[in-house]
């Protein structure tokens, strides 16, 4: 049985210019955000740059994958980056 969240705000920002639109599971979907924005942190103080829009999305992909078996959630990846505005898809609603 899904039990709809309706105080979790379904965009979330992760970093300035990177913003990932949540469906599924609430739980699921703010863990896995929770977990790319530490992980963009990190990326950012290690290469004295903002990642990519490209690279936000692989991070994604490669922790959802990783974890398909145990996540029940969608998620779709947009933003800019200095090679211009992207929008990705990523679903993984199992």
């Known amino acids: 049985v899904y039990v709809e969240n309706r105080c979790?705000?379904?965009?979330?920002?992760?970093?300035?210019?990177?913003?990932?639109?949540?469906?599924?599971?609430?739980?699921?979907?703010?863990?896995?955000?929770?977990y790319v924005r530490h992980f963009l942190h990190q990326h950012t103080i290690q290469l004295w740059q903002p990642a990519t829009v490209k690279v936000v999305a692989?991070?994604?992909r490669l922790l959802s994958y990783g974890n398909k078996n145990m996540l029940q959630t969608g998620l779709i990846v947009g933003g800019w980056d200095k090679y211009g505005f992207w929008l990705q898809l990523l679903v993984w609603i199992l």
Not at 20 to 32: E, F, K, L, N, Y
């Open 58 to 60: 692989n991070l994604i």
């Open 8 to 34: 979790s705000d379904k965009i979330t920002q992760l970093t300035d210019n990177v913003y990932v639109c949540r469906s599924g599971s609430a739980a699921d979907s703010q863990v896995v955000s929770d």
